[in-house]
Nanobody
Framework: QVQLVESGGGLVQAGGSLRLSCAASGILFSSASLAWYRQAPGKQRELVAV???????NYADPVKGRSTISRNNAMATVSLQRDSLKPEDTAVYYC?????????WGQGTQVTVSS
């Protein structure tokens, strides 16, 4: 059974930073694509950052230059460093792992940025 567990969310002031972490189990982590998504109230879930199984990374335009996704295959963890946070970054952040035709999701962690 695949499990993804996020941590690291919280309340931060605008301009601050947070580091989100996701611990995975039950999946061949090194061959999985990994991503962070977010969903703000009343909005659709959107991609924030992705790391391919080869470690190639991509970022959504709204967070580019303010985010870093990193994976540790030995520890089966993926992290998302968010810097220079803005109130519009407030959302529930989800970890996602994909392997083959299967996608797996964590339960999400709330990030709230106050102005």
């Amino acid at each position: 059974q695949v499990q993804l567990v996020e941590s690291g969310g919280g309340l931060v002031q605008a301009g601050g930073s947070l580091r989100l972490s996701c611990a995975a189990s039950g999946i061949l982590f090194s061959s999985a694509s990994l991503a962070w998504y977010r969903q703000a109230p009343g909005k659709q879930r959107e991609l924030v950052a992705v790391s391919s199984w080869a470690g190639v990374t991509n970022y959504a335009d709204p967070v580019k230059g303010r985010s870093t996704i990193s994976r540790n295959n030995a520890m089966a963890t993926v992290s998302l460093q968010r810097d220079s946070l803005k109130p519009e970054d407030t959302a529930v952040y989800y970890c996602q792992a994909g392997r083959g035709s299967r996608d797996y999701w964590g339960q999400g962690t709330q990030v709230t940025v106050s102005s």
